[in-house]
């Protein structure tokens, strides 16, 4: 797909906050905050647009592991809880509590999105990255409102970050190893159908994401070091060069038109563990203003080399030429109107 990029109002990048170990899964609150993860610190943090930060959950899990989160409609905080396959809530006491479990239906879980109805969408990877494990393709799971979980999707190239269109219609999903976003129908009951590739990123390695009013997508990528605006079909209409490994973005702020890019030092998969406090929340003025809260959601760990090893497919997985090709002859449908609330 050609590029149809333009120039960006006002590129200067600006730094929000610095000292972070392993920065992930921004979303702008209600509150009038970013709120993001310190996946090397195991805390959610909240920061004002003055740079002031507060810890607003602590966690102890015993090692690494992805720490994504997002708000059910009534504004408690569902967190992934990666390695005890967990899906946990936040209670308004501020107690963890399971609200599913995930155990039986993968490993390895990854990003969250919670739609207006309630549903969560979990993703996971396959497979054990930080343990050296063989790469397998990842699935999607739904939590319903009840706490039932069950699979709606499979044979993805390492699944990364989601968004959900605020109609409830569409999934987006970031597929790392395939480089390109893939969209799903959602039915009533959270069942997904209709696989397609949304965009094709050819050199693109698609991480956190989220979404504007003008239905385009924003990536971060970190081997490219870069984020990236396209719109369905693949045309890229802006590049952000940030110079540090991009892991996921936002768009918030007073007029929802300020994009935060949450990035770091990026050395390869060995550098995933390293304490030393170069990450950073970096901010610029974006084209288009955020869709709702509720429909804006980016990030998680992506295996963040540019390349994917060879693959251990599941039972009836097609990866490769069949994984980035084969879902473009799936029955197309205009996507569902992209619209703020």
């Not at 699935?139 to 069950?150: D, Q």
Request: hydrophobic share 40%.
């Amino acid at each position: 797909m050609p590029s149809t990029e333009s120039p960006t109002p006002d590129l200067q990048l600006k730094t929000l906050m610095t000292g972070l170990v392993f920065g992930e899964s921004p979303r702008w609150g209600d509150d009038g905050r970013l709120w993001l993860a310190d996946w090397g610190a195991q805390e959610i943090l909240a920061v004002d647009l003055e740079g002031q930060t507060e810890v607003m959950v602590r966690l102890r899990f015993p090692s690494f592991q992805p720490i994504c989160f997002d708000w059910l409609p009534d504004g408690r905080l569902l967190i992934v809880s990666s390695k005890d396959g967990l899906l946990l809530r936040r209670e308004g006491d501020g107690s963890l509590v399971t609200h599913a479990d995930l155990a039986g239906v993968d490993r390895g879980f990854n990003e969250v999105v919670v739609d207006s109805r309630g549903n969560a969408y979990v993703n996971g990877g396959g497979f054990d990255l930080m343990a050296g494990e063989k790469f397998a393709p990842g699935i999607v799971a739904v939590v319903t409102s009840s706490g039932s979980a069950r699979r709606v999707a499979d044979c993805i190239a390492f699944p990364n970050g989601m968004a959900v269109t605020p109609d409830n219609s569409t999934l987006i999903v970031a597929e790392s190893y395939g480089k390109k976003l893939t969209a799903f129908d959602i039915a009533a009951d959270g069942s997904l159908s209709n696989r397609r590739v949304w965009a094709d990123l050819h050199d693109g390695v698609p991480d956190g994401i989220c979404l504007d009013v003008e239905g385009a997508v924003w990536y971060a990528d970190v081997p490219n070091k870069r984020c990236v605006r396209v719109r369905e079909g693949g045309a890229v209409l802006q590049t952000i060069n940030v110079g540090l490994g991009c892991f996921a973005c936002a768009l918030g702020g007073v007029d929802r038109r300020t994009l935060f890019i949450v990035a770091r030092e990026w050395r390869g998969l060995e550098s995933t563990a390293d304490q030393a406090r170069t990450g950073r929340v970096v901010t610029v003025r974006a084209p288009a203003p955020a869709l709702s809260r509720s429909s804006q959601h980016d990030n998680s760990l992506a295996h963040r080399n540019s390349s994917p090893p060879h693959a251990s497919p599941r039972p009836g997985c097609h990866l490769g030429a069949q994984s980035r090709l084969g879902t473009r002859q799936s029955r197309r449908r205009p996507s569902a109107r992209f619209r703020g609330r």
